[in-house]
Structure formats: structure tokens, C-alpha cells
């Protein structure tokens, strides 16, 4: 099988049921960005300091996937079964931002992303995963979008944002506050 077939060559794309959809559709922008996130995560999950988080790491990779498949389905057209999302998901999420808070300090600021390349890494992926949810955001104002997926990139952003944390106290790394000049 080859990967390429030439049928995007004039800028469509098909949608999980078919149709045709230009390839700057808000659908595929909303998908593409996941995927993009997904591979920020992976990046994120390949760094050393993470090595005891590998396969929470991959299993939120594997919900992006499901996220994906739910955003480039046509909802006009059910098809075959896509895999979905659980409120489970949403509280393994909120159950690991919560073990990390318990051993880190206090916030008292915004903190400047940065210290360490992890860190940045996971700031980055961070920040995709905003833009993921306001895409998904302004997709849902026009056609069906399961809420349940814009409750997890929400959670999700929550959850790199104290991980990146969790990173910058694993790798010794000094927090950066920031400090606005007034």
C-alpha cells in the first residue's frame, strides 16, 4: 500500500463517512491540531524525567487519537462506531494534577515558561493544547462536537501546566516567576 494517493491534490479531503471537505475546513484544522499535540506529548513522554510517567503519557496520546477520530468523523453521517471519550479519562487527569500538588509548593505566580528543555517541551505542548481547545471551541459553534472533548483539552491543558511544574521540581529546575513591570 502506498501512503500517498493524490487525492488531497487539489486541496479536499474526506471526513470518517466520506464527504469531502477542503483541507482548511475548521475540522481538519481542530483535528490537525490535536494531532499536533499528540506529537508535542510524545516528545514530551520521551524525555529521561518523565520516564515513570511513559505510559500515563501515552495513554492521554492514546485518548488524543480517540479526540481525533471523534473530530474528523462527518456528524451529518454516523458510520461505523468510533471509539469515545469517558468522564473516566477527564478524572485520571484530575487525580494526577492532584498527586503533583501535594508535593509541590504553592503557586504564587504566573510562572515564565522556560528553565530546562523538558520543561519547555511540556509548556509548548501546553500551549497546542490551548489552541486545540479553541478550535474545537469554534467548531462545536457550527456543528456537533461531543462536550465531553472540550472538558478534556480543557482538563488537559490543566494537567501539562502542573506537570511542566512537576518537571521543573523533578529535574532541580528553578521556576521563573513573573514579575510585571508596572
Not at 481525533?68 to 458510520?79: E, I, Q, R, V, W
Not at 487527569?93 to 522556560?114: N, T, Y
Not at 519547555?120 to 462536537?145: D, G, P, T, W, Y
Amino acid at each position: 500500500m502506498k501512503i500517498y494517493t493524490k487525492t488531497g491534490d487539489e486541496g479536499l479531503t474526506s471526513l470518517i463517512g466520506g464527504t469531502r471537505v477542503k483541507k482548511s475546513h475548521l475540522r481538519i484544522d481542530s483535528y490537525g491540531t490535536v494531532d499536533e499535540l499528540n506529537s508535542y506529548l510524545g516528545l514530551v513522554r520521551d524525555q529521561p524525567v518523565n520516564q515513570n510517567r511513559k505510559e500515563l503519557l501515552q495513554e492521554i496520546q492514546d485518548r488524543l487519537f480517540t479526540i481525533g477520530a471523534s473530530l474528523a468523523s462527518d456528524p451529518d453521517k454516523p458510520t461505523r462506531k468510533v471509539p469515545d471519550l469517558h468522564e473516566t479519562d477527564v478524572r485520571l487527569l484530575e487525580e494526577e494534577m492532584d498527586k503533583m500538588d501535594a508535593v509541590l509548593p504553592p503557586l504564587r505566580a504566573f510562572i515564565l515558561p522556560g528553565g530546562h528543555p523538558a520543561v519547555s517541551f511540556c509548556h509548548v505542548a501546553r500551549c497546542v493544547c490551548r489552541r486545540a481547545e479553541r478550535l474545537v471551541i469554534s467548531l462545536q459553534e457550527e456543528s456537533l462536537v461531543e462536550p465531553l472533548i472540550i472538558k478534556y483539552l480543557n482538563r488537559l491543558s490543566d494537567y501539562l501546566f502542573v506537570l511542566s511544574r512537576q518537571m521543573a521540581q523533578d529535574l532541580q529546575t528553578e521556576e521563573i516567576p513573573w514579575k510585571p513591570r508596572l
